[in-house]
T-cell receptor
Framework: AQSVAQPEDQVNVAEGNPLTVKCTYS??????LFWYVQYPNRGLQFLLK??????LVKGSYGFEAEFNKSQTSFHLKKPSALVSDSALYFC????????????FGTGTRLTVIP | SQTIHQWPATLVQPVGSPLSLECTVE??????LYWYRQAAGRGLQLLFY??????ISSEVPQNLSASRPQDRQFILSSKKLLLSDSGFYLC?????????????FGPGTRLTVL
């Protein structure tokens, strides 16, 4: 069965510091991995995805994520956090079989402290 | 560009009342459409998805149903709401490109059942 784990419910980081939001996955087969961000009372916004190729994926708003097959991880990173990055972040995985279901993690709330 | 709309934005309904939430997509044809529910601001659960008019797949058995009467319209319904139906309902669309396609989410409907 496919699953995604976001081990941290909450991440706090000072403005200007690098941030990392962790994600690990468990799938049978090659995973397709996604990151979304959700601001309060809003829908999810797509940030980036990994399909194949370069393990470092660059996305919207200066975010990037690194796919690590041996560690089954897909951590989201940003070199310098902004207060406006404070939001709820979701990692999701899909496998290329069956329905096109996205399996979401439980989310990590990122707070950037001014 | 593509746009996805959901309405209403918020809804308060008594237990046992019917429900109809609507989702429409503009700027694309023959999209995949999805209904998700998010409880307590955390993980998303896929409820239904559709690959075409009249084609609905249910992922979770419950008292909700979905219909797709037009290519870019997706409706979530219930004949009798339960307290447990409260949550944030998100509609999403994707192009039919297989498992690598990205799902784009609408603004959501917050449903409170009293």
């Amino acid at each position: 069965a496919q699953s995604v784990a976001q081990p941290e419910d909450q991440v706090n980081v000072a403005e200007g510091n690098p941030l990392t939001v962790k994600c690990t996955y468990s799938v049978s087969g090659n995973p397709y991995l996604f990151w979304y961000v959700q601001y309060p009372n809003r829908g999810l916004q797509f940030l980036l995805k990994y399909i194949t190729g370069d393990n470092l994926v660059k996305g919207s708003y200066g975010f990037e994520a690194e796919f690590n097959k041996s560690q089954t991880s897909f951590h989201l990173k940003k070199p310098s956090a902004l207060v406006s990055d404070s939001a709820l972040y979701f990692c999701a995985v899909r496998v290329p079989t069956g329905a096109n279901n996205l399996f979401f993690g439980t989310g990590t709330r990122l707070t950037v402290i001014p | 560009s593509q746009t996805i709309h959901q309405w209403p934005a918020t809804l308060v309904q008594p237990v046992g009342s019917p429900l109809s939430l609507e989702c429409t997509v503009e700027g694309t044809s023959n999209p995949n459409l999805y209904w998700y529910r998010q409880a307590a601001g955390r993980g998303l659960q896929l409820l239904f998805y559709s690959v075409g008019i009249g084609q609905i797949s249910s992922e979770v058995p419950q008292n909700l149903s979905a219909s797709r009467p037009q290519d870019r319209q997706f409706i979530l319904s219930s004949k009798k709401l339960l307290l447990s139906d409260s949550g944030f309902y998100l509609c999403a669309w994707s192009v039919q490109a297989g498992p690598t396609d990205t799902q784009y989410f609408g603004p959501g409907t917050r449903l409170t059942v009293l």
